[in-house]
């Protein structure tokens, strides 16, 4: 994905090797309860319960988003890791990547008036 924006639409997710995700803009994607668990600019690590590695060749350049993680760590049997907390641990994001801003806050506040696509 080069050059999109995504807004309230599940977030942009990166499932592979040797992709490329430059110039993009993710955000209020988190939706639901446990909204600091997901991610807006998803370059998984793994995908759900396959261990098998992705994204080690993947790029991702240029990226303004809410949150940007590696997705969800599994264990060996398939389960859910958890902190202390009993928060879900997140991979860091994959591949290799250059200036991605993910402030852990709202992108919508750095923006214009972003509900009319002002930016």
């Given at each position: 994905k080069a050059g999109g924006i995504?807004?309230?639409?599940?977030?942009?997710?990166?499932?592979?090797?040797?992709?490329?995700?430059s110039n993009n803009l993710v955000y209020d994607t988190q939706g639901g309860e446990n909204k600091n668990e997901k991610c807006s600019l998803c370059v998984w690590k793994t995908v759900r319960r396959n261990l098998g590695i992705i994204n080690e060749h993947s790029v991702v350049i240029n990226n303004l988003a809410d949150t940007a993680n590696g997705g969800v760590v599994y264990n060996e049997?398939?389960?859910?890791?958890?902190?202390?907390?009993?928060r879900?641990?997140?991979?860091?994001?994959?591949?290799?990547?250059?200036r991605i801003i993910s402030s852990g806050r709202s992108v919508t506040e750095l923006l214009m008036d972003p509900d009319n696509f002002d930016f």
């Open positions: 995504n807004a309230e639409y599940g977030g942009l997710q990166v499932k592979g090797d040797y992709h490329t995700a049997e398939g389960k859910v890791v958890k902190d202390a907390d009993g879900r641990m997140l991979w860091p994001l994959q591949g290799r990547w250059w």
